[in-house]
């Protein structure tokens, strides 16, 4: 409705939105979606009902770029609460200290808000048939808007990838295929598919992106439009926390906020290809070596988004970093304490706040927002084998 193009986040060339690409054809780079802002500026202003509204993905729809909002699909995702952590907050030394918890969507994880974006684009682009890569989060996701939206849905995943996922993905009706040894090999084989056998391609492309930045907006809304200095993302493809970025960019764009928050994110050691760029102000290289983590939902050797990641946090002057499992353990059990189970990958944002708290890049006055992206259920058997002493770290 207020969708304008598509932009490459590379070399700035521009697209038409009935294109139906999912990256750039000159260079190979992830595409944006641009809006016209003045209009949606113009739409809200003044609008009270809607600053009223609870957020959830929908509330912000003249962000989202679907052509008829009585066609989409959707399973109420969104509208995860976001918590304060008082305890934790003065134990650590931080001003506020907020949880995003993302495990409160359907599916127990972030990705809805994306797959709520990319099934409605499925539906309207008359798909069929949908497939996607993941490390196993993703899979459950698409496939439960797959079968809400009557779609048949493929899934490709690693070796490794966690039981629980699975069978979530399979009680949605989706076909699995294991595929490889790594995200990156899954993927390859995924777009392959798509290109050979007539699929619909979901995954971490710019209509998921304009999903994930609700995550944003929620933020921004729920702390009634006070901008914390920092927001801490765990990186596994990095979509997400360009997405976040996007989407405050964009109230920022159209004058909700006056200003913007520092954007931090999280890799897990072994699979620092982005953090190591960024060090080093050399190109993102692909990790080679495959290490046991227990972080395997950002697992990611090469993310598709590494570069849009390096943008967004030199932009925002942000913060990057690796954290250890044994660093992500810990931050899992402090959470818990706290009454909040996540998946061991999301504990990596709270590891990387304490660290940068540690060294002094965050104040001891300063409001942080970590964003946990996934329930704790999604990944129980990690969990024992962490608490059992299975699994060294
Ligand atoms: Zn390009």
């Not at 994110?265 to 290809?273: L, R």
Request: glycine share 10%; proline share 4%; hydrophobic share 40%.
């Amino acid at each position: 409705m207020f969708e304008a193009k598509l932009v490459c986040t590379h070399c700035g060339a521009e697209y038409p939105l009935a294109s139906g690409l999912y990256k750039c054809p000159k260079c190979g780079a992830p595409l944006d979606v641009t809006y016209h802002y003045d209009d949606i500026a113009n739409l809200i202003e003044d609008d009270d009902p809607w600053f009223r509204e609870s957020p959830h993905v929908w509330k912000y729809w003249m962000f989202l770029p679907v052509s008829n909002l009585k066609r989409i699909v959707t399973l109420n995702e969104g509208g995860t609460r976001l918590y304060r952590l008082k305890r934790l907050e003065e134990k650590l030394g931080f001003g506020k200290l907020y949880v995003k918890y993302e495990g409160e969507n359907p599916t127990g994880a972030f990705k809805d808000r994306g797959s709520s974006v990319e099934i409605t684009k499925a539906l309207e682009f008359h798909a069929r048939k949908v497939i996607v890569a993941s490390t196993g989060n993703m899979a459950a996701s698409v496939s439960a808007y797959g079968a809400k939206a009557g779609l048949e849905v493929t899934i490709v995943v690693p070796e490794g990838t966690p039981g629980e996922k699975l069978t979530q993905a399979r009680m949605y009706g989706a076909k699995v295929e294991v595929f490889g040894k790594t995200y990156d090999e899954a993927l390859a084989e995924a777009e392959r598919k798509a290109m050979e056998e007539d699929y619909y391609l979901t995954g971490n492309y710019h209509y998921r992106v304009e999903g994930q930045k609700t995550t944003g907006f929620e933020i921004l809304d729920q702390l009634r439009y006070n901008v914390p200095d920092w927001i801490i993302v765990p990186i596994g493809a990095g979509t997400h926390l360009r997405a976040i970025w996007k989407g405050v960019k964009e109230f920022y764009k159209v004058g909700l906020v006056e200003d913007l928050p520092r954007i931090a994110g999280a890799q897990i050691e072994g699979y620092d290809a982005i953090v190591r760029a960024w060090k080093t102000g050399k190109p993102i290289e692909k990790v080679q070596k495959k290490v046991p983590t227990i972080a395997s939902a950002i697992a990611v050797k090469k993310p598709v988004d590494g570069e849009n990641v390096i943008r967004a946090v030199r932009e925002s002057d942000g913060h990057l970093d690796t954290v250890t499992n044994r660093e992500t353990a810990e931050a899992g059990m402090l959470l818990g304490r706290e009454g909040i189970f996540v998946e061991p990958s999301s504990a990596t944002a709270l590891a990387l706040a304490k660290k940068m708290r540690e060294e002094g890049v965050i104040d001891k006055d300063e409001t942080v927002v970590v964003v946990a992206t996934g329930h704790g259920l999604k990944d129980v058997k990690t969990w024992e084998k962490v608490l059992s002493g299975d699994f060294v770290v």
